[in-house]
């Protein structure tokens, strides 16, 4: 995040830095605990609430590394008015498709498209097809339209996730830690905003960030550059065929000549960790094992 304006982490004195102790620059700022203080430093309350739920939001759905424990405590505003980051025990990471997900669920929020959330729950195959896309959808709409015509000080996070998580539950929703982390940082954010600007619209101040996202990562621009890199893996997997031919040869030749032979290292590798390892481990390497040399008989 360096480039970005509006948030500034501490660099690292490395030298002083451990595997248990965490040194970084020394921080001169407000902390956001003191609105008033703000204020009379000639700081736009409204403008650094906006702020703080920005840069949260650009660091899950750009970076997919987040700053978890963003309370009041570990954020100041320095002179140049940019929020200011300390504290980085807690951090949140959110893969590829996690950040899809999460962008695609608030954007249909935001456009009140209840089935098209409804479908990206069942798309990441968080809810079982057990259950009908349409009932879904109507209960995801049972909590989202009475939101909408209020004002943000009757608008609760809070609760609102509060029913998500229980509305999930009863369609069988499996558990994401990730998503956990990602909403209990979500409501503090939202509560420390609040505190900034009472009449925080915490939706109108996220829509900027998503839709952004959501045209680089979805436009058509997005599928050019995606159908692009997927010719570059195929180009790839291209390059690799004849290095893997001669490897089916070689293991088809060690089958017909008695079974494979493995170097004696690697049999004293394969050794300690079944030793190491509960059965349910060994399980999955022999699973990983049959499927591997059925691949390679597929091949043949």
């Known amino acids: 995040m360096r480039a970005d304006p509006e948030f500034r982490v501490p660099s690292l004195d490395w030298s002083r830095t451990s595997a248990r102790v965490l040194t970084s620059e020394w921080i001169d700022g407000i902390v956001l605990r003191h609105p008033q203080e703000l204020a009379k430093a000639g700081h736009d309350p409204k403008r650094i609430a906006v702020a703080v739920l920005r840069t949260f939001l650009t660091q899950a759905l750009r970076d997919g590394f987040f700053h978890a424990d963003m309370h009041p405590g570990n954020l100041f505003i320095d002179a140049e008015g940019r929020v200011c980051a300390v504290d980085f025990g807690i951090m949140g990471r959110l893969d590829p498709a996690m950040r899809r997900f999460m962008a695609e669920t608030l954007g249909g929020f935001l456009a009140r498209d209840y089935v098209r ?4 729950h069942f798309g990441a195959g968080f809810v079982p097809r057990i259950h009908s896309v349409e009932t879904f959808a109507q209960a995801l709409r049972a909590i989202g339209e009475p939101i909408f015509g209020l004002t943000a000080r009757q608008v609760s996070m809070a609760h609102l996730l509060e029913q998500l998580f229980e509305t999930t539950r009863r369609f069988d929703m499996q ?24 009449e925080f619209d915490i939706w109108e101040a996220s829509r900027p960030v998503i839709e952004v996202w959501m045209i680089d990562h979805l436009g058509p621009e997005a599928r050019i550059r995606d159908a692009a890199e997927g010719l570059t893996n195929i180009g790839r997997l291209a390059q690799n065929i004849p290095q893997l031919l001669r490897d089916t040869e070689l293991i088809a030749a060690q089958l017909a000549d008695g079974g494979l ?17 509960a059965r349910p481990a060994r399980i999955a390497l022999a699973i990983a094992a049959a499927g591997a040399i059925g691949l390679l008989a597929l091949l043949v």
């Open 175 to 198: 558990l994401q830690p990730q998503l956990v982390l990602l909403q209990k940082t979500m409501v503090v954010v939202e509560g420390l905003s609040r505190s900034l600007d009472p």
């Open 117 to 120: 959330v409804a479908e990206v």
């Open 261 to 277: 032979r493995l170097h004696p290292a690697s049999v004293r590798e394969i050794a300690l960790l079944q030793y190491r390892r």
